[in-house]
């Protein structure tokens, strides 16, 4: 039996074995390993079982495969496209197997392995697998054992000792049972399966091993509608393939600005994060402008998650406030969106207090041996098992009420020990023996988590908050929550899929998790790296980096993460404009977006935020325009490369590399007796010779705000510069490499400006040594921190495209 699926030959035997795996372009065979692997495997109690025989009718272009162990008959119907085949199970008789896996298909090639999309490629060639509907998952059931020469991680068996000098240390950032692509020893292959989900079942379940999971209803449930599409390209036509199959097959094609979601160029527009609410929004839609953003995203809206009531002091109209707000913002240009936490469930929500929802998800449950009443803190109970898995509380719901405890007895009688009544809120009740206790679901977060029913009310919520108000924009933090419910990649599918068949109009959405590959249609970007904690050229730099290789390979619109735009605080200064060029320069090298994180009080406390906005202005407008070349780009990306970019005139821009010295410390308390209050720095000048341009902060020692120095003296290459000023600790004063001096406090407010006796001296290119002095005022005496700042020659950078 052969199949045309686009560019690639499949053959299958009699047995049902794939025998051809055919570029046809080349005449390629592209199987590796084995020869002779199932096109489709059963499973049932655990382990998997593979076809005794296959047979095709032309007439109703359905393959027929023949299970003899389980005494299954599952029928595939066949269809042929112009650039892919599409299969999907269209009955099953005889005994119903618990899953059907699609593969998995073993392939050589392995220059690209998109572990989300589902297409594996090298420079010539690419094939590929999607599922068509949300209860086909791309990956392999947890609860069997892998196939030998699957890789451990992505990355392959050395991954968890990498090389520090490498630049991809790893790029392993899911586990092999939820990619519908993976490495092999020899190549890669591509897999996907389906459930059948009416059973009750026991297999671990997220991050615990054995859990029982609930069986449920509908079609999704069943094995039977399960459907893939194969096929093979030419690797630059991949994505004008999978279009095909989504407009072929039904699947979802979102739009962004008139375009499909994976190829518009406004997929991956950057966007700033604030605080806004009904009285504010007109702040924060002004800041939006002044960097030519086009969306303002809440990153806190909700008072509580679950029923995801808006916060009264921000919106005291509800949701009418919200939609005000989004009008108002719609005028100006702006679109509106807000974040979200899924599934995680807080417990000042309706569905926790003051009466727990009885479908809260659940680990297990146990029976009462004994009556308790409402004092009672030891409980017994007929089994340990689900009050020792390890979570971050210890609740459970009995009737109407949750309690906590404190621990579980070590031996029988099982007991419950240190129980507190009426947690959350609920109401403290006696109970009899027999009553069942549930151990209730959570997370470090302090939330509970919805089962499997009850996300689709927060599903409903979500996209009627979204077509009720317009928002454009969310993103689904913490999906992996949904896991919870024990219904896998389903589970993830069936919660967007709604939100998404509910919202109407484009939505630009993303996540904390993509590798569900029917999201992969659905999802816009992923916009993964957070700032929290870290400099901002630090926090979670491999993190991001490893981030734009996931996303090049699985065609997938880069983002380079969260951004934060600081107060000065006792860890770090308030953000300087280098800082944010030096996140502009990585977004146009890798041709990325991002977000800028601040609240609404940090824009107006800092005194360079128009200075911050208009240079994310310039970079974003030249970044859009294609205005880089390549070569420029690949520079651009290096993560130790600082640069400055200045408008020239419309569509053309001046493009800078930049060296900032480390900081020049003078410190008073390691002069010498007698020794004038100063210091001698080895200055290396990378560049061609220029004036001195240079940052200076006086910092105070031992908390004495009260010191400052007077008349800073810098000498080099013969000439002395002079400001005869003060500066007080916890100041900066400026030069920009002329006579002028600039003062500010520690949160760029500038406070006023002064004049030096001469023009700035020269720093010739190469070593030199550049002097400083001043005096020193207070005691302890402050301590004088200098970064010295140089430019290379300018490149011309050039829009290609119009914006």
């Given at each position: 039996m052969h199949i045309q699926a686009g560019k690639l030959l499949i053959r299958l035997n009699e047995a049902g074995e794939v025998v051809n795996w055919q570029d046809t372009n080349s005449g390629r065979e592209l199987i590796a390993g084995k020869c002779g692997l199932p096109f489709i495997r059963a499973a049932l109690a655990g382990k998997t079982e593979m076809p005794t025989s296959m047979s095709y009718s032309e007439k109703t272009n359905t393959l027929t495969f023949v299970f003899a162990e389980c005494g299954a008959r599952i029928d595939i119907a066949v269809t042929i496209r112009d650039r892919y085949a599409s299969f999907r199970v269209s009955g099953i008789t005889g005994e119903e197997p618990d899953a059907i896996i699609w593969g998995p298909y073993m392939t050589s090639l392995c220059g690209s392995i998109g572990e989300s999309v589902g297409v594996v490629r090298d420079g010539q060639f690419a094939c590929g697998i999607q599922a068509l509907n949300a209860k086909t998952i791309?990956?392999?059931?947890?609860?069997?054992?892998?196939?030998?020469?699957?890789?451990?991680?992505?990355?392959?068996?050395?991954?968890?000792?990498?090389?520090?000098?490498?630049?991809?240390?790893?790029?392993?950032?899911?586990?092999?049972?939820?990619c519908a692509a993976w490495p092999t020893s020899d190549g890669s292959m591509l897999q996907a399966y389906a459930r059948n989900r009416t059973r009750a079942a026991r297999r671990k379940v997220w991050n615990l091993p054995d859990i029982p999971v609930a069986p449920i209803e509908g079609e999704d449930a069943l094995i039977v509608g399960t459907g893939i599409a194969l096929f093979g390209s030419r690797f630059e036509d991949v994505l004008?393939?999978?279009?095909?199959?989504?407009?072929?097959?039904g699947l979802p094609h979102p739009m962004i600005e008139g375009v499909w979601g994976k190829t518009s160029p406004a997929a991956n527009q950057s966007y700033l994060i604030t605080d806004f609410t009904e009285e504010t929004i007109s702040d924060a839609v002004r800041y939006a402008r002044m960097a030519n953003l086009s969306y303002v995203y809440h990153p806190d809206p909700f008072s509580e998650w679950g029923h995801f009531t808006l916060k009264p002091g921000s919106f005291p109209n509800g949701d009418e406030g919200l939609r005000a707000c989004v009008d108002y913002a719609a005028g100006e240009g702006v679109k509106v969106g807000v974040h979200t936490l899924s599934n995680f469930t807080t417990l000042n929500d309706p569905y926790v207090t003051p009466k727990p929802s009885r479908d809260l998800q659940t680990v297990g449950s146990a029976l009462l041996v004994a009556d308790v009443h409402e004092t009672s803190d030891e409980w017994e109970v007929d089994d340990p098992g689900p009050f020792t898995v390890a979570l971050f509380r210890r609740s459970a719901r009995i009737g109407a009420e949750i309690i906590e405890y404190s621990g579980v007895s070590e031996s029988a009688p099982w007991k419950l020990l240190g129980v507190k009544r009426g947690a959350n809120g609920t109401m403290v009740s006696a109970h009899q023996a027999g009553s069942v206790v549930e151990r209730l679901w959570d997370h470090p977060y302090d939330v509970f988590f919805p089962n499997h029913q009850l996300q689709d009310r927060y599903s409903d919520r979500l996209a009627g908050l979204f077509a009720k108000t317009g928002l454009k924009q969310i993103s689904f933090d913490g999906l992996e929550g949904v896991y919870a419910t024990g219904q896998d990649g389903y589970g993830v599918n069936r919660f967007v899929q709604r939100c998404y068949e509910g919202w109407g109009d484009e939505v630009i959405n993303d996540a904390s998790i993509v590798v569900p590959n029917y999201l992969w249609h659905i999802f816009t970007r992923f916009n993964?790296?957070?700032?929290?904690?870290?400099?901002?050229r630090e926090g979670q730099l491999e993190w991001r980096l490893s981030n734009q290789r996931f996303f090049?390979?699985?065609?997938?619109?880069?983002?380079?993460?969260?951004?934060?735009?600081?107060?000065?605080?006792?860890?770090?200064?308030?953000?300087?404009?280098?800082?944010?060029?030096?996140?502009?320069?990585?977004?146009?090298?890798?041709?990325?977006?991002?977000?800028?994180?601040?609240d609404l009080a940090v824009w107006k406390r800092i005194g360079n935020g128009e200075a911050l906005l208009r240079a994310v202005r310039e970079w974003e407008l030249a970044r859009h325009a294609n205005a880089f070349t390549q070569e420029q780009r690949e520079r651009l990306q290096d993560p130790k490369g600082d640069w400055h970019l200045e408008a020239a005139s419309e569509g053309t821009w001046q493009l800078y590399p930049v060296h900032y010295s480390k900081p020049l410390e003078c410190d008073p308390q390691e002069l010498q007796p007698g020794q004038p209050g100063g210091a001698d720095w080895a200055y290396f000048n990378p560049y061609d010779s220029q004036s001195l341009a240079f940052c200076l902060r006086v910092n105070a020692s031992y908390g004495n705000d009260d010191a400052s120095i007077s008349r800073p003296t810098f000498y080099t290459n013969g000439v002395y510069m002079t400001f005869d000023t003060e500066v007080k600790a916890n100041q900066y004063l400026v030069c920009d490499g002329d006579r002028t001096g600039r003062i500010y406090d520690l949160n760029w407010n500038l406070l006023s400006e002064v004049r030096a006796d001469a023009e700035a001296p020269t720093l010739r290119s190469g070593g030199q040594t550049l002097s400083f002095s001043c005096k020193f005022a207070g005691d302890p005496k402050p301590v004088v921190s200098v970064r010295v700042t140089v430019k290379g020659e300018a490149e011309l950078v050039q829009a290609k495209v119009i914006t």
């Open positions: 791309g990956g392999w059931p947890v609860e069997l054992d892998r196939l030998e020469g699957v890789q451990d991680t992505y990355s392959g068996s050395d991954a968890s000792m990498p090389d520090p000098d490498s630049r991809k240390p790893s790029d392993n950032k899911f586990e092999y049972e939820v004008h393939t999978i279009e095909d199959i989504e407009l072929g097959e993964w790296g957070e700032p929290w904690g870290a400099a901002t090049q390979r699985n065609f997938i619109p880069p983002m380079l993460g969260w951004f934060l735009i600081r107060a000065h605080s006792e860890r770090f200064q308030a953000t300087q404009l280098d800082e944010i060029e030096w996140v502009l320069s990585k977004a146009a090298g890798f041709g990325a977006g991002f977000a800028l994180v601040a």
